[in-house]
């Protein structure tokens, strides 16, 4: 029979929470078996997506005010605080062992997840693309992302969620707004503790979820060594996640400012699309496209394809029809995939932010 890792690496710093699985991801190679990680953090913090803009999504000052240190994972998603009151579910598998669809992943991962909870007594289920609702109410999100060789897959057994910092932690306009994010969090977010008289210790849930892995995966499921090679990585991970480069550029740059006259005009906008929100930052010279820059909560693999769409609308007449073709092209070559995102959402977003 099949054999899949269990790591369980317990209660460990907010930056080793996120490093584990990327660690474990970098260091795959042919004979790496597939790896489940299971972690909690030990210190509260905030997470951003891998697209995301930092100074637009989180309130910094109020994370260094409160000592919240600000991560950013490798992931697709949005901003989102996080403490003990979760343990995170990660999957490092290889990219052979999971369906080709990223649709069919997502559906793969969650379903111990929804499983568990059912084992439990709460009727959670699959709200396509990637979340796990009860009654209306999401109990988590998952993510997904592609890792040297390794394909990743992450959510987490939502325990307890402290909603409020969650709606504190982001940058929005207006106090108004915030309690607005509040009473939609109340109203249509829900956990463990809510759904259950007496929530389970950690490690009984725990045993449950991976009985539930092992019957999805038709594998056995069976602890696991973590390899000198995995930490070395982790620790140089360490290091580096908690760097200013790591941390606010993405990894990628924008090209420099263009001279500002009557024909240039600096753009800013955004799109709520199926797979996610998608903003647009650019420099329009005479009708066209001089510099862009997407960000957003969505899903995109692989990652660096983002900088591929970028680079092809440089130039180009913002045009509904035009953009779409052009970005159409990249997703087919690169053969992008992003559930419930696609090449007509980036174009349109450039549209509405042009005005």
């Given at each position: 029979?099949?054999?899949v890792?269990l790591?369980?690496?317990?209660?460990?710093?907010?930056?080793?929470?996120?490093?584990?699985?990327h660690?474990?991801?970098?260091?795959?190679?042919?004979?790496?078996?597939?790896?489940?990680?299971v972690v909690?953090?030990?210190?509260?913090?905030?997470?951003?997506?891998?697209?995301?803009?930092?100074?637009?999504?989180?309130?910094?000052?109020?994370?260094?005010?409160?000592g919240?240190?600000?991560l950013?994972?490798?992931?697709?998603?949005?901003?989102?605080?996080?403490?003990?009151?979760?343990?995170?579910?990660?999957?490092?598998?290889?990219?052979?062992?999971?369906?080709?669809?990223l649709e069919?992943q997502?559906?793969l991962?969650?379903?111990?997840?929804?499983?568990?909870?059912?084992t439990?007594?709460?009727?959670?289920?699959?709200?396509p693309?990637?979340?796990?609702?009860?009654a209306?109410?999401?109990?988590?999100?998952?993510?997904?992302?592609?890792?040297?060789?390794?394909?990743?897959?992450?959510?987490?057994?939502?325990?307890?969620?402290d909603?409020?910092?969650?709606?504190?932690?982001?940058k929005?306009?207006s106090?108004?707004?915030?309690?607005?994010i509040?009473?939609?969090l109340?109203?249509?977010?829900?956990?463990?503790?809510?759904?259950?008289?007496?929530?389970?210790?950690?490690?009984?849930?725990?045993?449950?979820?991976v009985d539930r892995c092992?019957?999805?995966?038709?594998a056995?499921?069976?602890?696991?060594a973590?390899?000198?090679e995995?930490?070395?990585?982790a620790?140089?991970?360490?290091?580096?996640?908690?760097t200013?480069?790591?941390?606010e550029?993405?990894?990628?740059?924008?090209?420099?400012?263009?001279?500002?006259?009557?024909?240039?005009?600096?753009?800013?906008?955004?799109?709520?699309?199926p797979?996610g929100?998608?903003?647009?930052?650019?420099?329009?010279?005479?009708?066209?496209i001089?510099?862009?820059?997407?960000?957003g909560?969505?899903?995109l693999l692989?990652?660096?394809?983002?900088?591929?769409?970028?680079?092809?609308?440089?130039?180009?007449?913002?045009?509904l029809?035009?953009?779409?073709?052009?970005?159409e092209?990249?997703?087919?070559?690169?053969?992008?995939?992003s559930?419930?995102?696609?090449?007509?959402?980036?174009?349109e977003?450039?549209?509405?932010?042009?005005g």
């Open positions: 029979m099949r054999r890792r790591v369980d690496a317990g209660s460990v710093p907010a930056v080793r929470s996120q490093t584990v699985y660690a474990a991801a970098r260091a795959l190679d042919r004979d790496t078996p597939d790896t489940i990680i909690s953090p030990s210190e509260p913090y905030v997470c951003v997506g891998f697209h995301q803009d930092l100074e637009q999504e989180v309130d910094l000052a109020y994370c260094a005010e409160h919240l240190p600000v950013r994972r490798e992931v697709g998603g949005g901003a989102v605080y996080l403490d003990a009151g979760q343990v995170f579910l990660q999957w490092v598998f290889h990219e052979g062992s999971l369906p080709a669809r069919d997502f559906e991962y969650i379903r111990p997840l929804v499983e568990t909870y059912r439990l007594g709460i009727p959670a289920e699959l709200r693309v990637n979340d796990v609702h009860v209306g109410k999401k109990i988590g999100g998952t993510g997904a992302a592609q890792i040297g060789m390794a394909r990743v897959l992450v959510g987490s057994l939502m325990f307890d969620f909603k409020r910092t969650m709606a504190r932690v982001l929005v306009p106090e108004k707004m915030r309690d607005k509040v009473a939609s109340e109203g249509y977010m829900t956990t463990m503790r809510e759904q259950l008289a007496q929530v389970p210790p950690r490690d009984e849930v725990l045993a449950v979820y092992a019957e999805a995966l038709g056995e499921v069976a602890p696991g973590w390899t000198d995995e930490e070395a990585a620790r140089l991970l360490d290091e580096r996640f908690l200013r480069e790591w941390l550029p993405r990894g990628r740059r924008r090209r420099g400012s263009v001279k500002i006259n009557e024909d240039v005009h600096v753009v800013e906008g955004a799109l709520k699309a797979g929100l998608v903003r647009v930052t650019a420099t329009l010279y005479d009708h066209r001089d510099d862009l820059a997407f960000s909560d969505f899903t692989p990652a660096s394809g983002l900088s591929a769409l970028e680079e092809a609308v440089v130039g180009a007449a913002v045009d029809d035009a953009l779409t073709r052009a970005l092209d990249v997703y087919h070559e690169l053969d992008l995939r559930p419930g995102l696609g090449p007509e959402h980036f174009a977003a450039i549209v509405q932010a042009a």
